[in-house]
């Protein structure tokens, strides 16, 4: 299926879910396999004759496959629309984009919200735990059934960029390049545990109903908002937090209660409450878990340059921020050991900034500049015009 999607008048997109047929079934790494697999997804601008132009855009924990169109729940513009569109490092008068939403994700592909065939009711906890190799095992179905053989490049940031290196070790022959953002090969035990505080909050919802809500028409929004806010804090620097807000108050004095007195404590419910519209509690317990399971060294021998013994051929780009304490610039600079230790072909970029981990969706002209640069390099070594 597709149609035409709501987008900037100079991007021709299209969205659409493809269903694969029956017999193509997901096995995951648990041993379970998915069937009926959804897998929904949008592109921008053309794949041209060769079909030698299509880059795969990762999305981070809560996005999904709206990186350029207006979201259909929020009516925001895309997650990354200020580097998707004409004129922008990711052009589509240039470039055939390709942006999906996971396996196990909320936005129309195939998770715990889906309908199990074998009981017509949502999977909930029913839905077998995945792994970032499943996604990538899933987007790699697509990529195929849709009629391309090499991509020009994978590119994500923060769980994008662990698809990245994903897609490296398990299908360097799909890949001419490859651009990892604000990511890790692992993911870390400080990490794991802010995860597990938000999961804690999601199950501690009465409406949660042990992972059945849906059944009973009800949401436990209260949880899946804390959990939101608490990762969202991890998405931030302390000087991003000081510059934007500091110690100001909500307004003249305080309240002498416990009521939003800070402004930053106003911002962090906010976040909360306006995320419960666009995602799905159960979604967030298997993808915080998927990325829990992450390390990818340990899928290679415990070595992770072994990880990218056949990716010699891969142009990598390895980004990282100054202030983002989340996925640090020396777990970047462990990634670029590894690929200079399997012999491929890396550079680095080290981004100073003070706004953390989220700035690769904010105005960051290093960053514009660092990706308009390697796919303009990209693209003429593969001989687009």
């Not at 990762?58 to 580097?83: M, Y």
């Not at 004409?86 to 984009?97: T, V």
């Not at 909320?106 to 995945?130: H, K, N, W």
């Amino acid at each position: 299926m597709t149609v035409t999607a709501s987008a900037s008048p100079a991007i021709e997109t299209h969205a659409g879910t493809h269903r694969f047929p029956a017999g193509k079934a997901l096995r995951l790494d648990s041993g379970a396999t998915l069937e009926p697999l959804e897998i929904a997804y949008e592109t921008y601008g053309r794949l041209n004759e060769a079909r030698t132009n299509a880059i795969l855009v990762c999305h981070a924990l809560t996005g999904d496959q709206h990186a350029a169109s207006i979201h259909p729940v929020t009516g925001k513009p895309g997650w990354w629309s200020r580097v998707i569109g004409p004129g922008l490092p990711l052009d589509p008068e240039r470039y055939f984009i390709i942006s999906t939403n996971v396996v196990g994700g909320c936005m129309g592909s195939t998770g715990p919200a889906s309908q199990d065939a074998r009981t017509g009711e949502p999977y909930g906890l029913t839905f077998p735990v995945i792994t970032i190799a499943d996604m990538v095992r899933a987007q790699a179905l697509l990529v195929e059934a849709l009629g391309i053989e090499t991509l020009l490049a994978v590119v994500g940031g923060s769980m994008g960029g662990m698809q990245v290196l994903q897609w490296a070790a398990d299908y360097p022959e799909k890949l001419f390049s490859a651009v990892c953002i604000a990511a890790a090969a692992r993911h870390s035990a400080q990490n794991i545990a802010f995860h597990e505080v938000g999961r804690q909050a999601i199950m501690a919802d009465p409406e949660w109903r042990a992972g059945a809500y849906m059944k009973a028409r009800v949401r436990p929004e209260k949880g899946l908002a804390v959990a939101r806010m608490a990762a969202h804090i991890t998405y931030l620097s302390e000087q991003a937090l000081q510059r934007k807000f500091g110690r100001e108050l909500q307004r003249d004095g305080l309240s002498w209660g416990f009521d939003a007195d800070f402004q930053v404590e106003s911002y962090l419910r906010h976040q909360g409450t306006s995320f419960v519209d666009r995602f799905d509690a159960n979604s967030y317990l298997y993808i915080t878990r998927a990325l829990d399971y992450f390390d990818l060294a340990a899928q290679h021998g415990g070595v992770l340059a072994n990880a990218f013994a056949k990716a010699r051929g891969v142009r990598f780009c390895v980004l990282s921020f100054s202030s983002d304490w989340l996925y640090s610039t020396a777990e970047s600079r462990d990634i670029v050991r590894a690929l200079n230790a399997a012999g491929c072909r890396a550079s680095f970029v080290e981004i100073e900034t003070d706004k953390g981990h989220d700035a690769f969706f904010l105005d960051e002209p290093q960053l514009d500049a660092t990706l308009r640069g390697f796919f303009a390099a990209t693209a003429h070594a593969r001989g687009l015009a």
